[in-house]
């Protein structure tokens, strides 16, 4: 039950100094702050004594050259983007429910169930929901979850590591992400005999860059076959690169089974048949344990669980 008098509502907080909060945590100067919201700098600065007076709390330490957000600060800036996050979501919603449309669903996806999963999925809500507005962000998981956490995306086809909190997100694992080599349509290794890791050793390999996870694996994989990690490397994660640089050479690259098929269906690149003992963890649809799913979400995220099924089915379990 709605308490009646809660304490943002005693202390008369206003929506004004949430969003100076938020300015400031993004400009780190109170100059840069009030101007982005069209007030004076002295406003902007009685707002915030107003409200550090209310809180009994220092938000932001003052620098010679800026502000930066205390303890305190960094717990309010959190707290305000999400009140502020659900407020545009709220006004959004009215005014697509007013149009008649469902709404806006903002997913991002790392590249694997980029390719095999999201296209799929957006083809079925677009089908039944044809207002429905969909946007799509392709990138690192690190990168999308930080767009999850600033209200930028729904839900997240990613990895969770040790570093995010586990409490402030929901996590459905799909599938594992197994790994394979690729090489050039023609290339002379696709015409003798199966492939040995060691045959494969001193070639030049196209592998991402240092201190990734699918690195460490991959060269893990090597060691435990008492061979030393290939030395001859370009390290990218670009996938147009590594698709133009296999066509223009003998090299070998480490990809995403399932970015891999999606590039071998198009004639691009070539499976190459050896062991590839580095399988990436598991991916999964992540969204925040803070917010409720709005109805266009519910939609997408219920199209990406049915997508999934369909491509990875039992096989290939987290």
Not at 88 to 115: C, F, M, N, Y
Not at 209 to 233: D, I, K, T
Not at 256 to 271: F, I, L, N, P, S
């Amino acid at each position: 039950m709605l308490e009646t008098s809660p304490w943002y509502v005693r202390t008369r907080l206003k929506t004004r100094q949430l969003l100076l909060v938020v300015a400031l945590a993004e400009e780190g100067n109170i100059h840069r702050a009030a101007a982005a919201l069209s007030m004076t700098q002295p406003a902007a600065s009685k707002l915030l004594r107003e409200l550090e007076e209310m809180l009994g709390a220092l938000l932001f330490e003052r620098m010679p050259r800026g502000m930066r957000p205390t303890l305190y600060g960094d717990a309010l800036i959190r707290h305000a983007r999400a009140v502020l996050g659900s407020l545009d979501q709220a006004q959004e919603e009215l005014a697509a429910l007013k149009a008649g449309r469902l709404g806006h669903a903002a997913v991002g996806a790392i590249t694997s169930p980029g390719v095999s999963v999201l296209p799929a999925a957006v083809a079925a809500v677009k089908r039944t929901h044809a207002n429905l507005r969909v946007t799509v962000a392709i990138d690192a998981s690190n990168v999308l979850l930080e767009h999850l956490a600033q209200d930028k995306l729904d839900m997240v086809l990613g990895r969770l590591s040790a570093e995010h909190d586990k409490l402030a997100l929901r996590y459905e694992p799909l599938t594992g992400e197994p790994v394979c080599a690729v090489v050039r349509p023609g290339h002379p290794m696709l015409a003798g005999a199966p492939v040995a890791l060691a045959d494969v050793q001193s070639h030049t390999w196209v592998v991402p860059q240092a201190g990734s996870v699918l690195r460490h694996r991959f060269e893990l994989m090597f060691q435990r076959a008492s061979l030393a990690p290939p030395s001859n490397v370009v390290e990218t994660s670009a996938l147009l690169f590594i698709t133009r640089v296999l066509e223009q050479s003998d090299m070998i690259a480490v990809l995403a089974e399932d970015v891999a098929r999606y590039y071998e269906a198009h004639g691009m690149v070539a499976v190459l048949p050896v062991p590839m003992d580095c399988q990436m963890d598991d991916f999964g649809l992540i969204t925040r344990a803070d917010r409720l799913l709005s109805p266009a979400a519910m939609v997408m995220a219920q199209a990406l669980r049915v997508a999934s099924a369909a491509v990875y089915g039992a096989g290939r379990t987290p």
